[in-house]
């Protein structure tokens, strides 16, 4: 009778981690397209992406480098004082986006040109994306450590 119990609480055990695997595989395959890395200006130009990759890029806007084209289309650079990526969008930009300001852009990058199919844009005087204020210090560029650090 106890070789019974035993290989009972066996098969419960496998079918436990059978499901919880499956579980686990069917989360992360549900997931694959809302996740977004994010990546600085200088990590983008060292190591470019997959063309059909989704991921997040953020620094401030290159001032001098904001071109409004035709209809909604908007052209300029984001950099993290380091390298500096081409960015395209279509759209409506955010009532906060200007040069010398923050920004988080999500797209893709062509070998070229960061195609943004979203851009975020917040800022006070000292407002920096946290991914950023990170990716200066580790450059030695950043001062202020005062200045406010928050997430999108």
């Known amino acids: 009778m106890k070789s019974l119990k035993k290989q009972r609480r066996i098969q419960v055990i496998a079918i436990c981690a059978v499901a919880l695997i499956g579980?686990?595989?069917l989360i992360g395959y549900a997931m694959r397209d809302g996740i977004n890395f994010f990546r600085s200006p200088t990590q983008v130009m060292?190591?470019?992406p997959a063309a059909n990759e989704?991921?997040?890029i953020g620094?401030?806007?290159e001032e001098g480098s904001l071109v409004r084209g035709e209809g909604e289309a908007v052209r300029f650079n984001v950099t993290d004082t380091n390298a500096s990526v081409p960015v395209v969008y279509v759209g409506v930009l955010p009532d906060l986006f200007e040069e010398n300001q923050?920004?988080?852009g999500t797209g893709t990058f062509d070998g070229e040109v960061f195609i943004a199919s979203e851009i975020l844009a917040k800022h006070d005087e000292d407002y920096m994306p946290k991914e950023v204020v990170e990716t200066l210090?580790?450059?030695g560029v950043y001062k202020g450590e005062d200045a406010q650090e928050s997430s999108y």
């Open 23 to 25: 579980a686990t595989a």
């Open 46 to 48: 060292e190591e470019p």
């Open 54 to 56: 989704v991921f997040r």
């Open 59 to 61: 620094g401030l806007v």
């Open 102 to 104: 923050g920004m988080v």
């Open 137 to 139: 210090k580790e450059q």
